[in-house]
Each structure stands twice: as C-alpha cells, then as structure tokens.
C-alpha cells in the first residue's frame, strides 16, 4: 500500500481539562489516513519546545489554538504532500526545517507534533501492522512498568501538598496485566481509606485523589497503608515514586512551600528529605526533586541519591538530547522523562532516548496533565522498549486509555510480551 502523503489538515479539539489543543490527520494517497493529537502540560518547564497559543482573549481565554491549526493547514500540508509518511525522519526533518527555530516557537511545537504523530499512525496503517511494531520493529515486545499516579499535588490539585505526585509502582507484579492489577487495587484501597478518614476521595488532573493532607509523609505513609491492605508487600510488589515537580517551588534563592506553608528549603535541604524519606519508605524514584536550573543542587543530589534510587529529569532535560548531552556530562540524574511534545516531533524525541541508552539513563515515557483520548505514547512506549510509562491513575478515560491500549498490546503480544523489574533487589536500583 502507496505511504505518499496526499493530505494533512488539522483541527483544534479539547484537551482533559478543556482547553484547546492540536489534532492533525494525514491522509495517504491509497486513502488510508492516520490522526494525531496534542496534550498540555501545567508544570511546564522553561526549555520545552513552544506551545503556539492564539493569545485572543475573546476565545477561550486566550488558549485558542488556531494559529496552530491554520500553520498545518496553510504551511506544513502543501509541504508534505508527496512526501512518504514511513520516511519519519524525513518528514520530521522536514518539519524542523519549515519552522526553523531553535523552540518551534515560528509554526508551535503543538503544529509540529500533531503532524508527526499523525505519519506515523499513517504508516502503520497503511503497513496493516499495529503502531508499536511499525515503530518498533518485530523485537518490541517489553511492556513498560506503570508509574501510576494516585495522590496528586502541586499544580494539578488544589490541596496541601506542596509536591506534585505521589506514584505507586507495581514493578514486582509477573506481567503488565497483573501490574495494573495490584495498581488497581491499591488505588481503591486508598480510596476506602481516605474515606474512612473523612478526606475527600476528588482526584486532581491526573486521576490521583487530592485529599486535604496534613503533611508529604501522611500522603507516603497512606500509600504504604493502602499497599499492605491488599496483601501485597510494599517494596517487593509495589514500591513508591515520586514527581516533586521542584521547579515550580524555585523562589530567591530556594524552595518554598507555599501551600503548606513551611520554612524555605535550600537544595540541601531537599536532598536530606529525599535522603530520609528513602530510607524509611520503600521509593524507588524521584522527579524533578530540585530545580531545572539548580544543576549544581542536582549534581549533588545525583552524588547523595544516584546508586540507589532512579532521579528523573523533567524540567531539566525537557526531552531535548542537547539537555541531556551536558547532564550525563554533569552526572546529573540517572534517569530522562519522555514527553514528545517537550520537543516536538517522533524522531527528536527517539534521539534523546537513544543518547540514554547509551549512557545507562533510564527512560520513562510519559503522558502530560492536559491530555487527550490519544493513547500513542503506550504504543511508543513498547516500540521503544522504554521498559517504563506514567500516565497518571487508572482513573479518567484519557488516562485509562493509555492502560487500555497497553494491555490490548500485551494480550496481542501474547506469550512474547516481556514485563521486566527494573527495580528487583528489594525495590533499588538494578
Ligand atoms: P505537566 O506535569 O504535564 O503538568 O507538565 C507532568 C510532570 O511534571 O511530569
Ligand atoms: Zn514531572
């Protein structure tokens, strides 16, 4: 089947919390077709690639995103048409090109993904074979460890919690069915016993609870809680991670708790707390603990942390390999968050996990607090043998249709499908 690109168009859809964003569909001259869509981040960090917003406060508060919309319709189709939609790097170095900046700040990052995302469905399909072996070849067959995030904070909630995701990680659990399973379980665990306490059982962005907790510890201790009350064994079965999200805490000079309202911390401070709460409570991995532009505080942290504990970067490496590059230079982190729309197209952010890959940095592919019911980051997941996914709590269908595909893949996989620990050794760092 002919993979020449005959048309793109786009339109602007609604995200989960129901601000505007990018989905484009690339239509293949044998008539098959392939659609894309963007999420949104609230915890944005300052490097990300440029979401183009219309900035027209007649419409939706200024989130409109036809500017977007019309520079696929306009600039990126007549470009693209005639091109072969299974050439990925092609077509995204083509995109690259047309918007010529350095953030894809001239055409939006949200124009240029929706595009990207939209060839690559495109291909497979006209391929006959489903997304993650068209990307992934017919080796793609490991199943990523869900990070599962069932208490939120920070910016996706309106609660106490100064720190922004509170994860269980079944990483003991025989396949990815069974892992979703315990997570499963345990969320509704908590459910009951946030409710036997009186809190509020309301999930924030990204399908977590957000109770009114008096404290970070309360938040970890009820996860344990939760985990033992379904019989499975904190830091065998199930472990704990965290996404402090710390870049949004930054002010003069340290870290504030502004809405629990605590003392200002230093990095040193953080890195302590971390170091604590370790080795009191079975954690497995910590996000964004400090800064995007504390590199010495992260140096650090890595030095205190990095043997035994999986440190993401988010904020500070912005899926960008260049970030990156200085970062395994710096011995900063030992672990990259993935969220392609950070960069803005498939190839890009496949050059930044390979660059991971080959310095022993974890990846861990993931969906954004704005989402939509687009589940390509769980095929991408398994086509780029990421071995880990966070896509919030096995609540709200734009989360759950991420597991849901994901568990279509391993029934599809069957016997083949592989689901590794990456944390075996009582929870640790392998
Ligand atoms: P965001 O948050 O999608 O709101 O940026 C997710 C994260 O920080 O990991
Ligand atoms: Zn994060």
Known sequence: MTTTIEGVSAREILDSRGFPTVEAMVTLAGGVHGTGAVPSGASTGEREAIELRDGDPKRYGGKGVRRAVANVNEILAPELRGMDASDQAGIDGKLI??????????LGANALLAVSLA???????????????????????????????????????????DFQEFMIVPHGAPSFAEAMRYGVEVYHALRKLLESRHLTTAVGDEGGFAPALGSHEEALDLLVEAIRAVGLAPGEDVSLALDAAASELVEAGGYAFRKSGGPKRSADDLIALYDGWCRSYPIVSIEDGLGENDWAGWQRLTAALGKRVQLVGDDVFVTNERLLARGIQDHVGNAILIKLNQIGTVTETRAAMKLAASAGYRSIVSHRSGETEDAFIADFAVASGAGQIKTGAPCRSERTAKYNRLLAIADELGGRARYLDPFSGGGRLA
């Open 119 to 161: 060839c690559a469905r495109a291909a497979a399909a006209a391929a006959k074979t489903p997304l993650y072996r068209n990307l992934g070849g017919a080796a793609a067959s490991l199943l990523p460890v869900p990070l599962l995030n069932v208490i939120n904070g920070g910016r996706h909630a309106t609660n106490s919690l």
């Open 97 to 106: 090109a047309l918007d010529g900046t350095e953030n894809k700040s001239r």
